[in-house]
Nanobody
Framework: QVQLVESGGGLVQAGDSLRLSCAAS????????MGWFRQAPGKEREIVAA????????YYADSVKGRFTISRDNAKNMVYLQMNSLKPEDTAVYYC?????????????????WGQGTQVTVSS
């Protein structure tokens, strides 16, 4: 099992920045993707960004490219999401997730491990 705990959400104004953190613990995998998803009210959960834990390769949804950056600290078992130039449409509950796979899978239903989520609210 993998345990994930997010932190760093909050209420900010449009144009501000936030950094989300995800602390991972438990079982370790040699091949695993770590990702951030979000779910806005009335919408489906969607992938925001993902990073391969060992290779460091990254993926970003088109809606956040150039504004968000995903990173990891292998020594601390931490994953981060730096969010800049936030927009009201970024408002959602953000979830950290883990998928022990070599190939990135975008659909959230395929990911195995989830954190409890952290609320991000961007006011206009």
């Amino acid at each position: 099992q993998v345990q994930l705990v997010e932190s760093g959400g909050g209420l900010v104004q449009a144009g501000d920045s936030l950094r989300l953190s995800c602390a991972a613990s438990g079982r370790t995998f040699s091949r695993i993707y770590m990702g951030w998803f979000r779910q806005a009210p009335g919408k489906e959960r969607e992938i925001v960004a993902a990073i391969h834990w060992s290779a460091g390769s990254t993926y970003y949804a088109d809606s956040v490219k150039g504004r968000f950056t995903i990173s990891r600290d292998n020594a601390k078992n931490m994953v981060y999401l730096q969010m800049n130039s936030l927009k009201p449409e970024d408002t959602a509950v953000y979830y950290c997730a883990a998928d022990p796979t070599l190939v990135l899978r975008i659909l959230p239903t395929l990911w195995d491990y989830w954190g409890q989520g952290t609320q991000v609210t961007v006011s206009s």
